[in-house]
């Protein structure tokens, strides 16, 4: 199987990753639609494991007896008419000789092995399922489909005519597609399942992937992640070894690497002025300085709010709402009024839920701007003369329900 550009392969089973549901999902798919057509759409972020997981259904489908049909949608071919009904078509080709004349030579005109002038896509996609029930007769197929966002029209066209007829064939179709790539299609006959990304199994990719690093490291790299498996991988190869094993401190933000880029560049760009407004509270001129030293979680916000994803959307941006808010804090620090209240104000919830939050990355309040205004004071000591003046103006008291200066 050829993998996608953000593919992370992983040794650990499904269940391992806590992705048994999702799992259970996919066996049932693949199980019912031995005996009648089903069709599954695994959805999400870049890196998150869909293509990892269109493997290992693959896997599946062939110990349970059914022939697995590969077709990889590629960004390079998306303007060549039927480029991926050829990987499908090439596939089946020994069987051709048992359809019709007119499927016959309507193939031989898609797959341009005649002179003729191109097939229309109805008959092509007419001529491909009578191709698929010919050989569906001998042994169910599962057709994995991996990038199905990036198919050629042409393609697309053909899988959707399939895709309405798979109740009468003994053929699972299952895809991958990203997040936002769902708008505009038509979803009839199959189910969308959200690969969301990992929790528990989020450590034992870690462990799996990088044994040995230190407790420090490890928080900070499943923090970081935020659940992604490319990130989980990707992450801390891009560290030194005495980075990655506690010496010296992390930087503030870690590097991304060349794959972690790739996968969420062409996202990225992508945003337009709407989904912009949506992620302002992102894009502002705190989060700014984050975006010029790439941040893994607020990447993934800004591009989980897109207008046909607005669960996906909120999840992300609730997910991202401790890295926005110690930002802010940090942006703030030498002021005066920086106070629980102003803070919450700022991100539009109550105090109460300002802690809340915080609590869950392991910060409090008060104990995080003390210490992070006594660093600022050393920092103005060591480096600068006079700086006695400026200790004062840096070493206000924090005002928080949990102060540490008197």
Known sequence: MRYGTSATYVL????????????TVVRETVVNGAERGRGLWLRGEPGVGKTVLLEQTGRYAAAQGMRVLNVSGAEAERNLPFAALHQLRWSLWEHVDEISGPGRAVLYRALEMGDAEPAPSYTVSAATLELLVAVARRQPLLIAIDGMHWLDASSAEVLHFLQLRLAAVPLVMVATLREGALSGRDTSGVRVLDVRPLREGAEALLTERHPGAPAMTRTRILREAAGNPLALVELP?????????????????LPLGERLERAFAHRAEALGPAV???????LDATAARLLAAPSMELIRAAIAAEPDTPSLAVGTLHETLGLRILEYMRTHLAERDLTPARVAAAHHISV??????????GVGFG???????LDACRRELSDRPRAFERVGRSCVRPRGRDELLP
């Open 237 to 253: 190869s891009q560290l030194g070894a005495p980075e990655r094993y506690g010496q010296p401190p992390l930087p503030d933000h």
């Open 12 to 23: 650990l089973e499904p269940d391992r990753l806590g992705r048994g549901a999702e799992w």
């Open 276 to 282: 912009r407004a949506e992620t302002r509270d992102l």
């Open 352 to 361: 109460r839920h300002l802690y809340s939050v915080l609590a869950r990355s």
């Open 367 to 373: 104990e995080w701007v003390g210490t992070q205004r």
